[in-house]
């Protein structure tokens, strides 16, 4: 005679299973950024200085921005993938002033 009490357990601890790979999937990009983090401040002594991480902060305020701004346009279901031609244009525009 099969006890029922132990195949609920079972199945409690097959669910309890699954759902800690998917909370570790959900956090696997973190983890590979973290590790990076580490190594690169372990190779390199000026990796975690504060020249270099304002630098980082320069570099990726521009992309941060545009992608804030075509989420927007997606939400409000308005898709617009022009934003990389608008860069590239205003990047060019730009060049053209400052050779001026």
Known sequence: MLNIGNINEVKSKTVRTNSYKINIKNFQTIFILLGMIVLLSILTPAFLQVRNLMNVVRQI????????????????????????????????????????
Request: glycine letters at 12%; one cysteine or more.
């Open 61 to 100: 305020s521009l992309i941060a921005i545009i992608g804030m701004g075509v989420t927007m346009c997606i939400i409000t279901t308005g898709i617009d993938l022009s934003s990389g031609s608008i860069v590239a244009l205003v990047g060019v525009v730009s060049a053209t002033f400052a050779n001026a």
